[in-house]
């Protein structure tokens, strides 16, 4: 079992920052792939970025290219996501998400161990 900690969400003014970070519990932390969706009230679930065991692989939603970075300490055993320019319609609860399969499955399928989420609210 992959437990994961999110921690880091909050409130802030557009075109502000926010740090989310994630804190796992694996075995071999640098075999999972690390990464995040988000769900807006009333909205689907949208996947946000992910990031490969060894941090050589990345991949980011079109809609935060160049505005979020993500990354990882695997001595921490733990992701980060650097959310800067933060607009209005980032707000949302952002769940952090694992998975032993690669990068791939936040893609193309499905992650299968979730964070509790964690709030961040962007107001004008």
């Known amino acids: 079992q992959v437990q994961l900690v999110e921690s880091g969400g909050g409130s802030v003014q557009a075109g502000g920052s926010l740090r989310l970070s994630c804190l796992a519990s694996?075995?071999?932390?640098?075999?999972?792939?690390m990464g995040w969706f988000r769900q807006a009230p009333g909205k689907e679930r949208e996947f946000v970025a992910v990031?490969?065991?060894?941090?050589?692989?990345?991949e980011y939603a079109d809609s935060v290219k160049g505005q979020f970075t993500i990354s990882r300490d695997n001595a921490k055993k733990v992701a980060y996501l650097q959310m800067d320019k933060l607009k209005p319609e980032d707000t949302a609860i952002y769940y952090c998400a694992a998975s032993f399969w690669g990068t791939h499955q936040f893609m193309t399928a499905e992650p299968e161990y979730w964070g509790q989420g964690s709030q961040v609210t962007v107001s004008s």
């Open positions: 694996a075995r071999a932390f640098d075999n999972i792939a």
């Open positions: 990031i490969g065991g060894s941090g050589r692989v990345i």
